[in-house]
């Protein structure tokens, strides 16, 4: 069977893969630029996966480093037919020095993926040295998305403030603008790409080590490790990820907003992780599909009520699965695996377990 | 190898080791006794780092190592054992004695590791010693009281270090399993300094060497163990001891 020979996360995935690359030739263009924005949310829930679901911090504001990463794209677009009327408005007359890079695409893509990380590297780095606690952490991140949501709507001459950033074409590839369905391919690219580094960090030595340093931090540094080191790389990861995930964003949905950025997409975020479970591979693609596709559906005839269900089942969910769906389908799959192999082996080498438990000890 | 000079250390007002003076050889194995609360635990984590001297000196190797970081004192090759087994619990067994490998603990190099055949083979030998080869994908969570342990004791193989402290290594262990665990420290790090807090006699009797009594924060006596059965002052404390219990 192929979940047996592939494993269950590589199965899942395979399986997600196809599903997501054949959807385009069944689907019509509006349910295909849907469903190329819940490809960029499952990426961005990669990124919160990594510092929440295997390091055991809950950043709770992780749109901040979305919102950086496609307001940078956005206003490198916005920019290129000289000043943007927002900017106009507000009788400025030239492009500001500060945002004069953005005019080149290859360099805004850079900075898209850098001015996150960085951000996320310095917080980390003074939160981290500092030794806080982890709740301290998800409070300065809650702040900072507040903060960073505020800036934006303020400073509305440079960022067009409330109403966010309108009529972005979707990635222009030698002056014209890409079509959907190639966009969405390309997101879907990106985001596998994006799944294979999370299964490669997540199974190297250093996977090893955030898992421990988020069951008990403690502990691992009495074997060596400076657990702040690793905890301020993986934040920067993560930045830069959710920051690669603003920028697809932003093509695909055709605007950006201060909604994007702030509390209220940070906290999707964190739901749609618990929900399919945090710390697993598969989880963030179960838990961006199942509750998207789900509020879309009943969102639409229960606009109120759906908000309530949804936040009765993260109730539920946390209570009962605190894995989440995808974290209890793996434990039982890994549990029954593992009967198997000790029911087998126990008939194999009984006596010769027997005879080794007296023997070594 | 190891050497406590005046060490003191003060939480509030109390002072919970006072004016220590101890020091333990390359190569020996020592006992540490002392009622509950007589400072043992708090000796140990003034020594890997966990707990900062309020003064007092801690020199091993040569080296001040007082105010050091545990990460610090670990690199330097000082590998503890928690008084409760302090393991992994949602990782599996072999991940648990992969993680506490001593030398990959640098963000890049961890980054870059490729577990060798050579590592594969001696987590498959420290399995086999500590009698867990058979739970190696087994999460540490779902293992018992005992094989937590051994587990830890595990971790500590791994590490490699050079100076090994174990805090009641044998709390909550059957008569059974506290003697094969006995055995198990014995043979393993027979050429190691180790430090061993316990309070199980018959296990003492085992594998002691050299006891110290720790009393209040203080000093209390020092030797053999068959000397210090007789010392009249270690008498006295675990006598008052009993008539409190
Ligand atoms: N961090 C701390 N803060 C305050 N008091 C402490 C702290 N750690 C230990 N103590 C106190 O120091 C004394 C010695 O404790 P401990 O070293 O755990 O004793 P033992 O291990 O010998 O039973 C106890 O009275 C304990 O309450
Ligand atoms: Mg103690």
Do not use: C
């Not at chain 1, 307001?71 to 507000?90: C, I, N």
């Not at chain 1, 991140?141 to 972005?168: C, D, H, P, R, S």
């Not at chain 2, 087994?138 to 018992?144: E, G, T, V």
């Amino acid at each position: 069977m192929l979940l047996k020979r592939l494993g269950i996360n590589e199965t899942f995935a395979a399986l997600a893969l196809v599903f997501l690359a054949v959807f385009p030739m069944f689907a019509s263009e509006f349910r295909v630029e849907l469903m190329g924005k819940f490809i960029v949310f499952i990426l961005f829930a990669f990124s919160l996966n990594l510092i929440w679901g295997y390091t055991g911090l809950l950043s709770l504001g992780h749109a901040v480093f979305f919102g950086l990463g496609g307001y940078v794209l956005a206003l490198s677009y916005s920019l290129q037919d000289g000043v943007p009327s927002f900017m106009a408005r507000f009788n400025i007359e030239e492009i500001p020095l500060l945002m004069r890079p953005l005019l080149s695409t290859p360099l805004a893509l850079l900075l898209g993926l850098l001015i996150p990380a960085l951000l996320a590297g310095l917080i980390g780095y003074f939160v981290f040295k500092s030794r806080v606690s982890g709740v301290y952490f998800s409070i300065i991140t809650l702040a900072l998305a507040k903060l960073f949501e505020m800036l934006i709507v303020n400073m509305q001459a440079y960022t067009g403030g409330f109403n966010g950033l309108m009529g972005l074409p979707r990635f222009p590839v030698g002056g014209e603008p890409m079509d959907l369905v190639p966009y969405y391919y390309l997101v879907l690219a990106v985001t596998a790409a994006a799944f294979l580094f999370t299964r490669w960090l997540t199974h190297s030595h250093f996977g090893k080590v955030i898992k421990s340093i988020r069951e008990d931090e403690s502990r691992i540094r009495f074997l060596s490790y400076n657990p702040a080191n690793y905890k301020i790389f993986v934040f920067a990861v993560s930045g830069l990820l959710a920051g690669l995930a603003g920028m697809l964003y932003v093509p695909m949905n055709g605007f950006i907003s201060p909604q994007d950025s702030g509390i209220a997409m940070s906290t999707s975020l964190v739901i749609w992780l618990a929900i399919g479970g945090r710390g697993t591979l598969m989880g963030p693609i179960v838990g961006v599909l199942i509750v998207n596709w789900l509020s879309n559906l009943l969102s639409e005839q229960y606009p109120t009520l759906w908000q309530l269900i949804l936040g009765g089942v993260m109730v539920l969910i946390v209570l009962y699965l605190p894995g989440g769906i995808y974290g209890a389908v793996e434990s039982w799959w890994k549990d029954r695996g593992l009967r198997k192999k000790y029911a087998a082996k126990e008939d194999q080498e009984g006596e010769a377990v027997l005879y080794k438990e007296s023997e070594v000890l | 190898m190891l050497q406590t000079i005046g060490l003191t250390v003060q939480f509030g007002g109390f002072k919970a080791i006072s004016d220590l003076d101890f020091s333990v050889n390359r190569g020996e194995l020592r006992v540490i006794l002392g009622p509950n609360g007589a400072g043992k635990t708090t000796l140990m984590d003034l020594i890997t780092g966990k707990t900062k001297p309020t003064s007092g000196r801690i020199v091993y190797n040569g080296r001040e190592i007082a105010g050091l970081e545990p990460f610090e004192t670990a690199k330097l090759g000082i590998g503890r054992k928690f008084q409760n087994p302090h393991v992994f619990d949602n990782m599996t067994v072999s991940e648990n004695i992969e993680v506490a490998f001593r030398g990959f603990h640098r963000v890049f190099k961890a980054l870059f590791y490729k577990k060798s055949r050579e590592i594969k083979e001696r987590i498959n030998d420290i399995l086999i010693t500590i009698n867990l080869d058979h739970q190696s994908e087994r999460m540490a969570a779902s293992l018992s009281h005992g094989e937590r342990q051994w587990l830890e004791i595990g971790m500590l193989l791994a590490q490699d270090p050079e100076l090994i402290i174990l805090d009641e290594p044998t709390a909550g262990m059957t008569a059974d399993e506290t003697y094969k665990t006995g055995e198990l420290i014995r043979s393993v790090f027979k050429d190691r300094s180790v430090i061993v807090v316990e309070h199980d006699m018959a296990f003492v009797r085992q594998i002691a060497d050299i006891v110290t009594v720790l009393h209040q924060g203080r000093f209390l006596a020092e030797g053999p163990l068959s000397e210090i059965e007789r010392n009249a002052k270690v008498q006295e404390v675990y006598l008052k001891e009993d008539a409190h219990a």
